[in-house]
């Protein structure tokens, strides 16, 4: 919530609705080992996601986030090197401890 209004609405129901849909990989976590389940869009500035998800959310990337980090922090060459979505259900993982990522 800290970048709230970033996203529209509309574009925010449309990712969630696809998130449901999506395809989510499991494995163990880096952080503690402990089951994750993901559904990778970006690695090393390549897409890898396929279907809707990675349509809907590229765009938001690319035309509302990348310009907000850009001029956040000065960096005008900043790029989207990695971007995936987590799921979180009952039953399944529920959260995610502090960490730093590393690529």
């Known amino acids: 919530h800290v970048l709230h209004g970033l996203v529209s609405p ?3 129901a449309a990712l969630r609705e696809a998130a449901r849909e999506a395809m989510f990989e499991s494995e163990g976590d ?3 080992g402990s089951a994750t389940y993901l559904a990778p869009l970006i690695e090393s500035g ?3 996601g396929r279907g ?3 349509r809907l959310a590229q765009p938001v990337l690319e035309e509302r ?3 907000y980090v850009r001029e956040r922090t000065g960096c005008g060459g900043a790029v ?3 971007a995936l979505v987590r799921r979180y259900l009952p ?3 529920l959260g995610l401890s502090a960490h ?3 690529s």
């Open 10 to 12: 509309g574009s925010l």
């Open 30 to 32: 880096t952080v503690d």
């Open 46 to 48: 390549r897409v890898v």
């Open 52 to 54: 809707p998800l990675t």
């Open 65 to 67: 986030v990348l310009p």
């Open 80 to 82: 989207v090197c990695d």
């Open 91 to 93: 039953g399944e993982r």
């Open 100 to 102: 730093f990522d590393v």
